[in-house]
């Protein structure tokens, strides 16, 4: 991991948690705290957004994106950190199947992030120092309840529709759990009512590397000018694996040697499949910070929507008048489609209005993100669907 | 496999009406109030929930076991998913819709019985059709040509067949009776969609009857 070794920015990271470049900030004073589900009020805080395209007069075409675990709000634009295309610019734009010419996209960095919504890299204001541990351990549903205070500040009382897929999706779900009345419409991709024991485990993984780094610091790493950076490339390494399939590592990779003819007898990246992992690991530390990894990760864990209403997850959307269109991936075997077809019982159970769409393709969970024009074709679809229930006009 | 007997169905040209629509699909609608809730089991590629949709300003759900036939009608902002009805009807609740509409798909079922009974519990009403194994065309065939009938409707040959549960009109009456079905109403037509007389009796009806579309609800 060579190029792992370069100085820490942490700085940089610091200032990109408390002042995010090309986002907007809205920020919630002590007066209007956020009450988390861990017990304790988190105020004041704040959340760095995006927006695209507009709001119309009646406030009625807002669409909410939820980002997944590593994901950030530059959806559609230029990532500011990375300098490359927003994580779904092949979903949202003009004439996209989110397009901007007809909806007023919102995304949202998620609490406990790294990009300018509060978070373990932010700065504590009683301490003026970074959080780290001192953070509150947050949950999905303080995710979506931050959101929702969000809408409340930009005076959107119901969503068109709210989007997103792994994480996201969770939050989608939570939403419409927690505010069926302001969501019109909702479009969980390649998720789960419960995170499963096996996700946990995968996520213990990769929380367990980041603190067996010595540079961690038990999370105090910015005070103490390091960085945890082996341990959160070796936590990205492992988690990228479950992103893809089987399937894709064979034809993308195969055993194919990286740069040479030969095996080196050595522990080098002989292989592709290798050195392909060691640079995914090495990009997310230059764009990520290993306290939000592990909070994020924690969310995820603890989500289990059934349990908030004895076991039976049908009762968490009793009486939903939201549209939903569930979709999973064939290849996926982090949110199998198994797990979407638990919410579809669960929504047809209580009656709601749902779609479901299973989409063959060898690409495993990340193909939420990728080219997939059958997924394009369905969100397109069931937005205009909604739109026209909904009254909206078309595009321009 | 429920989507290909209704996309053959479809190419065999069956009969259609003036504003191009296939006539049983229409006689279906026809049996629905305008405004309820229905459940279409066996969706295809969705020209019956769109229908239903369009006309008569329903608010519809389909099941469908194909993935192309799923995914088409999501496209098409149809409120479907991907779903068996031998196994996947016992996940909605008692009462759920005003209709639950099994159209030319009761013959490919494993178990029509428990398919007709979940039917009844889950909508106050049920709509059936299927195709009529006691027409004549068919059963000259097998008395005579001595082999499985094939029709236009029904192209297959017996090992590739999707229809595993054939039965007349006369068959279905029973199953009626079996299942706690009342008959509301009750429609034959023949191979040109033209319905049959109405007061004709029933031998007649299975007779010269190449479809039917059954009206049912709960009994007592």
Redesign the interface.
């Known amino acids: 991991m060579g190029d792992v070794d370069t100085a820490p920015d942490a700085a940089s990271r610091a200032r990109e948690a408390d002042a995010p470049r090309n986002s907007l900030v809205a920020r919630l004073g002590a007066d209007r705290p956020l009450k988390l589900d861990a017990g304790v009020e988190l105020a004041p805080f704040q959340i760095a957004y995006k927006t695209y395209g507009r709001l119309n007069a009646e406030r009625s075409n807002a669409v909410l994106i939820c980002h997944a675990l590593t994901g950030d709000h530059h959806v559609a634009s230029v990532n500011p950190v990375t300098g490359k295309p927003g994580w779904w610019e092949t979903m949202i734009g003009p004439g996209k199947p989110i397009d901007i010419e007809r909806y007023f996209i919102i995304c949202p960095n998620v609490l406990g992030g790294c990009m300018g919504t509060s978070g373990p890299a932010s700065t504590n204001p009683k301490t003026g120092q970074p959080w780290g541990l001192e953070f509150p351990v947050i949950t999905i549903r303080d995710m979506v309840r931050a959101q929702a205070m969000l809408l409340d500040e930009l005076k959107i009382d119901t969503l068109f529709a709210v989007a997103g897929g792994s994480m996201g999706g969770m939050q989608v779900l939570q939403w419409a759990a927690s505010f069926p009345k302001r969501v019109f419409s909702a479009l969980p991709i390649a998720c789960a009512t419960r995170h499963s024991a096996q996700n946990i485990a995968f996520h213990e993984v990769g929380r367990q590397a980041v603190m067996a780094d010595p540079e961690w610091r038990h999370g105090r790493y910015f005070a103490e000018d390091a960085s945890p950076r082996r341990g959160l490339a070796v936590a990205r390494m492992g988690a990228h694996i479950t992103y893809l399939s089987d399937a894709a590592l064979h034809r993308k990779f195969g055993r194919k040697f990286q740069d040479r003819e030969n095996p080196t007898f050595s522990f080098d990246a002989d292989f592709e499949v290798e050195s392909y992992l060691r640079h995914q690991g090495s990009s997310f530390v230059e764009r990520f910070d290993a306290n939000s990894y592990l909070y994020l990760t924690r969310a995820m864990d603890y989500f289990d929507l059934g349990a908030d209403c004895d076991g039976v997850i049908a009762n968490a959307f009793r009486g939903a008048e939201t549209?939903f269109?569930?979709v999973s991936f064939t290849s996926d075997w982090l949110f199998p489609t198994s797990e979407s077809r638990a919410i579809?019982?669960a929504l047809?159970?209580s009656?709601a209005?749902?779609?479901?769409?299973?989409?063959?393709t060898d690409k495993g969970h990340d193909a939420f993100l990728l080219e997939e024009p059958?997924l394009f074709?369905?969100v397109?679809?069931?937005l205009?669907?909604?739109a026209?229930a909904r009254g909206l006009k078309n595009g321009k | 496999m429920l989507s290909r007997l209704k996309r053959d169905l479809t190419m065999a040209e069956a009969a259609r009406a003036p504003g191009g629509a296939r006539v049983d699909l229409l006689l279906v609608a026809d049996m629905v109030v305008p405004g309820s809730k229905v459940l279409d089991i066996g969706a295809g590629d969705g020209e019956l929930l769109r229908i239903l949709g369009e006309q008569r300003g329903v608010?519809g759900?389909g099941i469908e076991l194909s993935?192309e036939g799923?995914?088409e009608?999501?496209?098409?902002?149809?409120?479907?998913?991907?779903g068996d009805a031998d196994t996947d009807l016992a996940?909605?609740?008692d009462d759920?819709f005003d209709y639950v509409i099994l159209s030319q798909t009761l013959q490919a079922t494993r178990r029509p019985r428990v398919v007709l009974e979940h039917m009844l519990r889950i909508g106050r009403n049920a709509v059936v059709s299927f195709p009529n194994f006691g027409h004549w065309k068919i059963r000259l065939q097998l008395a005579f040509g001595g082999h499985m009938p094939r029709t236009d409707n029904l192209p297959y040959s017996w090992w590739d067949s999707p229809n595993i549960h054939f039965c007349t009109i006369k068959d279905f009456v029973v199953l009626c009776d079996v299942a706690g079905a009342k008959m509301d109403r009750a429609v034959a037509f023949n191979a040109w969609g033209t319905p049959l007389r109405f007061n004709a009796p029933w031998w007649f009806w299975n007779l010269f009857g190449e479809q039917a579309v059954f009206l049912l609800s709960r009994r007592g």
């Open positions: 549209r269109c569930v579809v019982h047809n159970a009656g209005r749902v779609s479901f769409a299973e989409i063959v059958e074709a369905i397109r679809g069931f205009d669907g909604a026209k | 608010d759900r993935r799923v995914n009608c999501v496209a098409k902002g149809l409120a479907v998913i991907q996940d909605y609740p759920a």
